[in-house]
């Protein structure tokens, strides 16, 4: 499924798995230079527009009631 994600006035499309952590995701593209790491005293926090609501990361997106299309804004 394709959503958006959002950080630092950083925009992504991306195409994930139902079943894929959102934390792991959020990893993998800080990884490959897409958005800025996070330092170690801050938590990931990702809020769904869609839901307008915060997502626990550790959820997979299936769990945590995220759809194609939607768009996470990760602070």
Known sequence: MTLT????????DVIVKPE???????RILTEN?????????????VYSMRQRRYINPVLTFRQGNIYE??????S
């Not at 230079?33 to 926090?45: A, R, V, Y």
């Not at 299309?69 to 990760?74: R, V």
């Open 5 to 12: 994600i959002m950080e630092s006035n950083r925009k992504l």
């Open 20 to 26: 894929q952590r959102i934390q792991e995701v959020h």
């Open 33 to 45: 230079g897409c958005f800025p790491p996070l330092t170690p005293e801050i938590q990931l926090s």
């Open 69 to 74: 299309g939607d768009i996470l804004e990760i």
